[in-house]
């Protein structure tokens, strides 16, 4: 994929309010490109260096795990940074994930 598809997924991501997550599924999703949720996944892995900051943490998978909590330093970082924000977290994955997601297709 080319940086360009990279910029959408981190200005979908940056749209993501506080207190909420969405899954790397319903990013692609909003971005026609269903199939690319691995695709979003990679970009997510270079989100650290993008400007302006992109909200990496509120980003998990299509259950509400925290498969990317490893590309944070140390991996338990994206659950503090959740709780911060008032996301509940147990045993790497989002409580109540189906009524915090956010859906961008829906929310935009």
């Known amino acids: 994929m080319d940086a360009s598809f990279y910029e ?3 200005e979908i991501v940056r749209l993501i309010p506080k207190g909420r997550v969405s899954s790397y599924g319903a990013i692609a999703k909003a971005l026609g490109a269903g199939g690319s949720a691995r ?3 990679y970009a997510m892995s270079n989100a650290g260096i993008a400007h302006p900051k992109v909200p990496a943490h509120r980003v998990v998978n299509s259950s509400g795990l925290l498969t990317g909590k490893f590309h944070f330093s ?3 970082l994206m659950q503090q ?3 911060q924000e008032g996301v509940k977290v147990e045993n790497d994955k989002v409580k109540d994930f189906k009524k915090i997601c956010w859906n961008p297709l ?3």
Do not use: A, I, S
Request: net charge negative; no cysteine; proline share 13%.
């Open 81 to 83: 940074m959740l709780e």
């Open 8 to 10: 959408q997924v981190f």
């Open 106 to 108: 829906e929310e935009l």
């Open 74 to 76: 140390p991996p338990t």
């Open 39 to 41: 695709m979003v996944g």
